[in-house]
């Protein structure tokens, strides 16, 4: 059922907006319910990662609702950040919350495709990505978007959900993610399909050790990654080689 969307990139690409558009106006409650708010936790590790980069703006890519755009800009003060998301309905409803209208001169929300980025060469400074890069239908392609658009030496973190690697966990996780998770975002959000789809792409997506190793192919160096809360998520960093 899920594998028919996604085998093609442009299919995988309007069941992804699709579903995005369905789920937005519950979008941050369901983060907060299903991850205990620790989610914020992770975004403020990854918001620090380039707060304290250089002079110059900040692209925060696949921003959803702006959780992580706004909190790079409290972590950043009157600093530019980016927020690019191709699906209008998450950008507008984030648009609407207080942490987006409390910064709304240093947030820029973007309507765009993370594959095809609408910003000329080397202009960003730092590019964060959370919950993104799983979502997107070429991870190559997007990596390669993000290098074009990155300074010579700016910094790339992305925050991705992986697999724990503590072995007692496994069983529990895989009921969490393929029982509990569905059927409470199915209940909050009304679209089981969209949090079914969320646990099949977790379990499907690149170890973190390929998808460094796709960064470095794609250019980036000193890549590196760790797994925060018993490997639940793991963020990963690169600095674009010159
Ligand atoms: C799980 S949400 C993450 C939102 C936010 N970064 C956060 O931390 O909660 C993933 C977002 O990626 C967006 N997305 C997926 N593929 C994309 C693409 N190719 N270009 C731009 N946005 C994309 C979706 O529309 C969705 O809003």
């Keep these: 059922m899920m594998a028919a969307p996604l085998s093609d990139p442009d299919r995988k690409r309007r069941f992804v907006r699709d579903k995005f558009a369905a ?20 975004r403020r590790i990854t918001a620090a990662e380039v707060a304290a980069l250089p002079e110059g703006p900040i692209l925060d890519l696949c ?12 972590q950043r003060p009157a600093g530019r950040v980016f927020a690019v998301d ?7 409803q984030g648009m609407k ?11 820029f929300p973007v309507c765009g495709d993370g594959e095809e980025l609408p910003f ?4 960003f400074q730092g590019i964060t990505i959370a919950f993104g890069i799983r979502n997107l239908s070429r991870t190559e392609k997007g990596l390669e978007e993000m290098g074009r658009v990155l300074v010579s030496g700016g910094k790339l973190a992305i925050l991705e959900f992986s697999r724990p690697r503590v072995p007692v966990l496994g069983p529990f996780y895989m009921f969490y993610l393929h029982k509990v998770l569905p059927h409470i975002g199915g209940i909050l959000s009304g679209d089981r399909s ?8 977790i379990q499907g997506f690149y170890a973190p050790e390929v998808l460094a190793g796709m960064m470095a192919s794609a250019g980036f160096t000193e890549v590196r990654h760790r797994p925060l809360t018993l490997g639940i998520v793991t963020l990963y960093t690169g600095l674009k080689g010159s």
């Design 194 to 201: 969209a949090y079914s789809y969320l646990a099949s792409s």
């Design 23 to 42: 789920v937005a106006h519950r979008y941050d409650l369901l983060n907060s319910v299903l991850s205990l708010s620790i989610d914020r936790s992770w």
């Design 120 to 123: 000329p060469d080397g202009i």
């Design 97 to 107: 919350g207080s942490g987006y209208q409390a910064r709304r001169g240093e947030i």
């Design 86 to 92: 191709f699906c209008p309905d998450m950008l507008l």
């Design 63 to 74: 921003a959803g609702t702006l959780p992580l755009a706004v909190e790079i800009a409290r």
